[in-house]
């Protein structure tokens, strides 16, 4: 398997055996990091991270997987470059591409990513954008599959806000690798039909499916994967709250979720949830519409059955991975 010189921008542009391929190398480099076998091959290089939306996750992964493999990094925030104000995407692209191997992005557009990638001659990695979150789609996989053993025929429950860049990601992910995605929310956050559709085609080819529905029951009967991320994405307007709860409401993940799940279910989240009120917005959501836990309870996050923790870890050892396959 050959990826150097190629950007990560979106799971379309890589094959299934190729995103098996990224999360296989990433088990191979945890292991190594876990046995504390030195694996900085890509001494002396550099690179560089754009980030124009916050981080916790994403940015530190890039940072240590960078520090691990040898690299050299400068991180970028919107108030302190001319990114956008003086300077536009494809002339920010040449002038990084000339002094660095390999640039992250996380933003708004999806075509500002693409851009990026399109000018700077160096591969250019996705971080997020409004879209998809291809780095999460791999630490998510390799997540699963440490816990129940195995990707293909894995039924996979999302629920919440299914037509933004997590929901997007993970359908058509499921869809590449075999997995029986449903997406289970109101139809008003359902993701967009092309991709819906593109989906379909890669889950008939990959054994897989994909299933749309508003029926929480019939969701999660069978589940092995019950997965929530926040119903407010960055980017968005604080006043999208009060639609979103009403609508989204009944798709909270809570404990009745599983009791027709199968036995070895696991909750997922990419983080970071809402799911007490130990945060400044958890607490303004509290104030203004009484709900004290979000997208998930409490309970939840913090049971047996919670592995987002690993998952959160595990975005370092894709990231690495996707560094080393795409430099070297
Ligand atoms: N999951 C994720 O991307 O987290 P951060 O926003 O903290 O990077
Ligand atoms: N949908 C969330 C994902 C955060 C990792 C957002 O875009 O804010």
């Known amino acids: 398997m050959n990826l150097k010189g190629r950007s990560f921008l ?15 190398l990433a088990a191979d480099l945890k292991d190594k990091k876990k046995r504390g076998i030195a694996h900085d091959t890509l001494r002396g290089r550099n690179i560089v991270l ?3 939306k916050t981080s916790t996750r994403t940015r530190c992964s890039f940072e240590t997987a960078a520090f691990d493999l040898g690299m050299n990094v400068t991180y970028l925030d919107p108030s302190c470059s001319q990114i956008g104000k003086k300077e536009s995407i494809a002339d920010t692209a040449r002038v990084l591409g000339r002094m660095y191997d390999g ?3 996380r933003g708004y557009g999806q075509e500002i990513v693409e851009d990026l990638a399109r000018y700077a001659g160096v591969p250019v990695w996705n971080g997020l954008t409004n879209e998809f979150h291809p780095t999460q789609m791999l630490a998510d996989m390799l997540t ?19 037509r933004y860049n997590m929901g997007n990601s993970l359908m058509i992910t499921c869809g590449k690798l075999g997995l029986d995605f449903v997406a289970c929310t109101d139809p008003a956050f359902f993701p967009d039909q092309k991709l819906v559709d593109y989906a379909k085609s890669e889950a008939a080819r990959s054994g897989g499916s994909i299933t749309l529905t508003s029926d929480v029951d019939a969701a999660c009967t069978g589940a092995d994967v019950i997965y929530t991320d926040v119903w407010v994405s960055m ?3 604080e006043e999208a709250w009060a639609e979103r709860i009403s609508a989204l409401k009944p798709y909270q993940v809570r404990r009745e979720c599983f009791d027709k799940a199968n036995e070895r279910a696991i909750f997922m989240h990419c983080l970071p949830a809402f799911h007490d009120l130990n945060t400044t917005i958890g607490k303004q959501v509290y104030e203004k519409f009484g709900m004290s836990e979000i997208e998930v309870t409490d309970e939840v996050f913090e049971g047996p059955r919670s592995v ?3 998952e959160a870890e595990n975005r370092m050892h894709t990231i690495k991975a996707v560094m080393k396959a795409t430099l070297e």
């Open 103 to 105: 640039i992250e992005y």
């Open 235 to 237: 980017g968005e307007p």
């Open 308 to 310: 987002v923790f690993d």
């Open 144 to 162: 699963l599959r440490e816990h129940l053993g195995e990707i293909r025929g894995i039924k996979f429950v999302y629920m919440g806000d299914a």
């Open 10 to 24: 979106k799971l379309m542009d890589y094959s299934p055996e190729e995103i098996l391929y990224l999360v296989d």
């Open 50 to 52: 754009i980030f124009e």
